[in-house]
């Protein structure tokens, strides 16, 4: 039996109006063909946007609920990313934190802590939700996919990884017309983190400089440059 978003069960809730059970069950065939249909569209849209879509941008606000759905952090933040292997992913307000991929390495810059941490992209991104978006193999390679269906324009698929040692118990991805639209990653602690993005674009140019980083000085730097 697979999980289901709750970002996709409570849309579903408030698409439902008091006649739903009866209509569902008078075109309970047509639903099957719509939901089959449904299907192969959100898994064309992932196919398309893994591998057609070199670059692009948005905004974001990022969503942390504990194992009782009761949300902890609500941040927001802007995203680049350039395939293959480099990301920009920037939350907003002082103190914050960046993480930045160059193609060879991931960044993550805490300012409020003033110090880098650095990791080889292959030791950061197995079994986790870079996967998507670094395009590093295909994700049948790492992920069971299961479309789930569609709510409030937005076409959702689980993706539940293969690796034993994930962080991740699963990962729902939701796409729409314009690209990526949300994704929920659920840790093996309960915790979900629910992410929206705004303001998409795809096909965009984005130089090579934006995604070089160099740890301000001062800042103590560990991992594969530091200690």
Known sequence: MHCVSPMFQRAQRRTRSPLHWLKATVAASLLLLAHSATADLAQDQLDSFVKDVETFQANFEQTLYDADSQPLQITTGSIKLK?????????????????????????????????????????????TPLVLLMRSAPLEDSFEIVELGEAENINWLEL??????SDFEK????????????????DNFGQATQIRFSDFESGIELDDSLFEFEAPEGVDVIGLDGN
């Open 160 to 165: 539940t990884p293969k690796s034993e040692t």
């Open 83 to 127: 395939r293959p292997g480099r990301f920009v992913w920037a939350y907003e307000g002082a103190g914050s934190q960046e993480i930045i991929a160059d193609g060879e390495r991931i960044w993550l810059y805490d300012k409020e802590l003033e110090q880098v941490t650095v990791n080889a992209i292959d030791e950061r991104i197995a079994g």
């Open 171 to 186: 990962v729902f991805i939701g796409l729409n017309e314009e690209g990526l639209a949300a994704m929920e990653l659920r």
